[in-house]
Nanobody, 114 residues
Framework: QVQLVESGGGLVQPGGSLRPSCAAS????????MGWYRQAPGKQREMVAT???????EYADSVKGRFTISRDNAKNMVYLQMNSLKPEDKAVYYC????????WGQGTQVTLSS
């Protein structure tokens, strides 16, 4: 059974940094592209960043130059380094497989303090 467990969100000031993590299980992690997605209040879920098995990355325009996605195949983990956070980055962040979505995890909340 595929399981995706996100962690590492939190409350941060604008301009600050966070590094959410996603622990994946139930499938051969190294053979799948992975991605981070987010859903802000009242908005649809959107792609933030993806990373292929060959570590080719893609980013939403709104986070380019600020966020970095990475993966550790030995640990079945995917990470999202988020720098220079802005109020509009406030959302629940999820990980999933962009080529074949699994059931969504609970996500991890990122909140920006005023």
């Amino acid at each position: 059974q595929v399981q995706l467990v996100e962690s590492g969100g939190g409350l941060v000031q604008p301009g600050g940094s966070l590094r959410p993590s996603c622990a994946a299980s139930g499938f051969t992690f190294s053979m799948w592209s992975m991605g981070w997605y987010r859903q802000a209040p009242g908005k649809q879920r959107e792609m933030v960043a993806t990373i292929t098995t060959g570590r080719i990355t893609e980013y939403a325009d709104s986070v380019k130059g600020r966020f970095t996605i990475s993966r550790d195949n030995a640990k079945n983990m995917v990470y999202l380094q988020m720098n220079s956070l802005k109020p509009e980055d406030k959302a629940v962040y999820y990980c999933n497989r962009p080529d074949s979505f699994a059931s969504w995890g609970q996500g991890t909340q990122v909140t920006l303090s005023s």
